[in-house]
């Protein structure tokens, strides 16, 4: 079943709308340099994970919203930033405008950890205007166990983690022989760069591996994706049961 709106003809949304589907998930990145995956690696994962689990959370899937606020990897080639005020007030038309639609839970599958400020307060404005209920789900939050699990790596900004998940999704994409160990940074409170001296910034030192394994990177964004599956559920239970 066709569950992406940009590619339902209108009536059909009308009838699937009116036939019981209530929840739009939203995925939402921003392109920025990112190692040895594509400048769109964070639109890339969340849109993979919509058409992922729309079915299990019976829920149609809004186009991708591409660009966002990129901050340190400005200066980075290929790199593109939204300002942040243009940004929020952007999502928020897209999510009352969903809700106009008579979409009631509005899930954002955010890809880059540089605007989750900017997305919870259009969330919260865009859900308290439009009465729509609307969840922020950043994948990469709590799942050491699962990079544990399946990777054995802490991973970080185009570390195991998000390279594993666009292995996953097309191996092509991912580029070995572009790895340059003098881009690997580390994440640390004691600096602040502006650029980024390097587009991989990974948690742990000593921790990067470009022996990635196609069945292991596959486990690992299976997992993710039912890890975000079961939080989704949850939550719209959650809001049921409350009367919100
Ligand atoms: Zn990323």
């Not at 993979?48 to 660009?67: G, K």
């Not at 899930?107 to 308290?128: M, P, S």
Request: with cysteine; aromatic share 8%.
């Amino acid at each position: 079943m066709e569950r992406r709106i940009s590619n339902l003809n209108h009536l059909e949304f009308r009838k699937l709308v009116e036939g019981g589907i209530d929840t739009a998930l939203i995925p939402v990145g921003t392109i920025e340099a990112h190692g040895i995956t594509p400048l769109g690696t964070d639109v890339i994962i969340p849109e993979a994970m919509a058409e992922r689990i729309a079915a299990e959370v019976n829920a149609i899937i809004a186009p991708a919203v591409p660009y966002g606020i990129t901050r340190g990897l400005v200066g980075h080639p290929g790199t593109i930033r939204i300002r942040p005020e243009t940004f929020k007030a952007y999502i928020e038309d897209i999510l009352e405008s969903l809700a106009g639609a008579g979409l009631r839970n509005l899930v954002v599958l955010n890809g880059h950890g540089g605007q989750t400020t900017e997305l919870k307060d259009a969330l919260f404005e865009a859900g308290r205007r439009s009465g729509a209920r609307t969840l922020l789900i950043e994948w990469w939050y709590d799942i050491d166990d699962i990079r544990e699990t399946e990777l054995e790596r802490t991973g970080g900004h185009a570390g195991a983690d998000e390279t594993a998940c666009v292995m996953a999704v097309e191996p092509s994409l991912v580029k070995p022989d572009l790895f340059d160990e003098k881009q690997v940074a580390f994440f640390s409170r004691s600096y602040s760069a502006y650029p980024v001296p390097g587009s991989i910034v990974i948690y742990t030192e000593g921790d990067w591996s470009l022996n990635l394994d196609q069945s292991k990177c596959e486990g690992f964004f299976d997992a993710v994706a039912r890890r975000v599956t079961e939080t989704i559920t949850k939550v719209i239970e959650g809001w049921t049961a409350s009367g919100v």
